[in-house]
């Protein structure tokens, strides 16, 4: 194996953006280092005469060597030419857009010379695909809490010396060593044209030849991107990637599968961890939930802000999907770190239990002080044993019934709400009824986990009372304590007005959220035909959206909005025109936020008498509850008596 060279040629192609090449020329010319950067322009007939006049002046001067095209010939054979220049050279080829800092050279010489066979060396970027640094394979924003020059200095420095294996380097900035350009021969400029695609063609050449290609981590060099092919990338792309597929035809496997493995993930954590590490943090109170929208994401968030008031930071562990195992015999569950005070993070994945040592180092690192389980849905059981390990306090949180039901919901095989037997009836439950959409153990272990985490708990916060008595039925060891979901302040929803109602007005309810089997959605359909059939003066508009939006619109009876940016539910909800809200869910919920929604809208809500429904109805005197039913015709023949005969406020229709 050779020692990196003392010169190297850095081959800059120019065709358009004399802002960005000046930019990335100087910063050639400027960047120290123990390598000597030989600097040859290629100007590719530029149609730009000041910047074809900048790039002669810059040579005049003795600071590079200039290379001219009389007629446009392309990236490709712009790039062939510039290797050629000097043919006893390593060549780095670098994009007139990009953007190189102190010891660039030095690093990507030694990557590419870190061990045998190595054919090229690509550094991150935050424009580079697979080599993309925040985010993977994305073109990201510069991280607007370090400098592009303190960002190489800080890779330069934790992942020191450290190369992953990839498909294909990336074009933007190659570093070729002359022995494997030897052997493989040119860019192909005939068959990719302007460009795009020509050196994944020639690291898939290499590769054929025994040679590999590396990301070197500890490098990171600005990239613009498009600057000189402009609204014709798509095209080229398109065009040349049918090329590459032609004459590779496992490319796309290998890039996909790279990309489902993503082996360089523990390289770009690690400079996350070090971003994060750069300022003061408060201590850390981690989350474990399922990572799902709806009611739970929301008072995840105001948690969030309540911590903060607090002194703390917030942090929030989900599941992030499933990838390849880095030992066959393990699976692989991962999850993702989040949090809230810092900055973007995207990288703090891991994959366990293969990750678990690096999760559990990094929580040390940022002062984890206490955990809170939230929910436990699709996150691996490990997890579970957080607080245990870390030696720290936890509470827990109740959303739903995930903690003794299987079916999350106390929903039955017959869509309404069970009578809560033990263990061995849940058994039974889940036999008979429609399989289960989630990997919740079995009831009986499902119950005996619960019993033990709750017990260990500080506290267990339930939203109502209804809640916290359903739990502790099942688990009277658990420090319960009811605790109602801050609510924002408004006005109390008025009574409707079109008392006494003539029994001909058309009368629009609003349903809010998303609405599921749970939230009525059966129940919504029946009524919406039923009043279709009757030609009954009802109709319905959903502020949200619904398992089967199009069987409700074939009936006549209903609107949907379709989804909507949270924050908007009280101005969508208030521009339906509706009379008042209708809350059909059907299983005993926790607390609802359909329910806040409707009323800070100025609604007045029927609802289900069952849950945190009809307990928060009742309270409030802020509509009128009935009576749990599946039938269509029912609900809607006690609508209309109610409007007809409206009782008292938080009142029970018979």
Not at 339 to 363: I, Q
């Amino acid at each position: 194996m050779h020692n990196p060279p003392a010169v190297v040629d850095v081959v800059v192609p120019v065709y358009k953006g004399l802002a960005e090449t000046r930019a990335c020329l100087q910063s050639v010319l400027r960047a120290a280092g123990q390598a000597r950067p030989r600097l040859i322009m290629v100007n590719d007939a530029s149609p730009d005469p000041c910047l074809s006049d900048w790039l002669r002046e810059l040579s005049g001067a003795g600071s590079a060597v200039l290379l001219e095209n009389p007629t446009n010939l392309g990236f490709p054979a712009s790039a062939n030419r510039g290797m050629a220049y000097g043919p006893a050279h390593d060549v780095v080829l670098l994009n007139s857009d990009a953007l190189v800092f102190d010891g660039w050279l030095d690093r990507l010489a030694a990557a590419a010379y870190s061990a045998p066979g190595i054919a090229t060396a690509t550094p991150f970027s935050n424009n580079a695909t697979i080599c993309s640094y925040p985010a993977f394979n994305a073109d990201n924003p510069l991280p607007g809490d370090i400098a592009p020059a303190a960002l190489d200095a800080l890779l330069a420095r934790i992942n020191a010396g450290r190369t992953c294996d990839i498909p294909t380097g990336v074009g933007f900035c190659l570093y070729i060593r002359r022995d494997a350009l030897a052997a493989v021969g040119d860019f192909d400029a005939a068959a990719f044209g302007r460009g795009y695609g020509e050196e994944n063609d020639f690291c898939r050449r290499a590769a054929a030849s025994g040679w590999r290609n590396v990301l070197c981590a500890d490098a990171y060099v600005v990239h613009t991107g498009g600057a000189s092919f402009g609204a014709t990338k798509e095209d080229a792309l398109a065009r040349n990637l049918a090329v590459l597929a032609a004459r590779h035809p496992d490319y796309l496997d290998l890039v996909a599968d790279f990309t489902w493995r993503d082996p360089a993930l523990p390289l770009r954590r690690a400079a996350d961890m070090a971003r994060l590490a750069r300022t003061a943090r408060a201590p850390l109170i981690l989350r474990l939930c399922h990572g799902l929208v709806g009611g739970t994401a929301r008072r995840l968030a105001e948690e969030a802000a309540e911590l903060a008031d607090l002194g703390y930071d917030a942090g929030l562990l989900v599941p992030a999907g499933h990838g390849a195992s880095p030992e066959p015999s393990e699976p692989d569950n991962r999850v993702r770190l989040t949090l809230t005070g810092g900055p973007d993070t995207p990288n703090l994945v891991y994959a366990l239990p293969h990750d678990w040592p690096a999760l559990m180092a990094d929580l040390h690192t940022l002062g984890t002080a206490g955990i809170v389980i939230h929910h436990f849905l699709d996150l691996p059981e490990l997890v579970l044993s957080l607080p245990e390990a870390l030696g720290v306090p936890y509470e827990a949180r109740v959303h739903d019934y995930a903690w003794f039901c299987p079916r999350i919901t106390l929903l039955d095989d017959t869509g309404l709400p069970c009578d809560e037997p033990g263990p061995e009836g849940c058994l039974r439950c889940v036999a008979a009824g429609v399989p289960l959409e989630n990997d919740l153990p079995p009831a009986p272990e499902l119950v005996a986990r619960s019993a033990r985490l709750l017990a260990g708990a500080g506290r267990v916060l339930a939203p109502s009372r209804d809640a916290g008595y359903r739990l502790a039925r099942h688990f009277p060891d658990a420090p319960l304590v009811v605790a109602p979901h801050p609510e924002p302040a408004f006005a109390p929803p008025p009574p409707p007005a079109v008392f006494p109602w003539d029994g001909r007005t058309p009368l629009r309810l609003a349903l809010i959220g998303a609405i599921g089997s749970h939230k009525g959605y059966e129940v919504l359909l029946a009524m919406a035909r039923d009043a279709a059939r009757r030609e009954l003066p009802l109709s319905f508009a959903v502020a949200g959206f619904t398992k089967d939006d199009f069987a409700l619109f074939g009936t006549g009876r209903v609107f949907v909005t379709g989804r909507y940016e949270e924050g908007e539910a009280e101005s969508v909800v208030r521009e339906l025109g509706c009379q008042a809200a209708l809350c059909l869910s059907v299983w005993p919920e926790t607390w609802c936020y359909a329910l806040t929604e409707a009323w800070r809208a100025g609604l007045w809500t029927v609802g289900f008498d069952i849950g945190a429904v009809g307990e928060r109805i009742a309270e409030t005197g802020f509509g009128w509850r009935l009576p749990l039913t599946l039938s269509g015709r029912e609900v809607n023949d006690r609508l209309l008596a109610l409007f007809a005969r409206p009782p008292a406020p938080g009142g029970l229709a018979g």
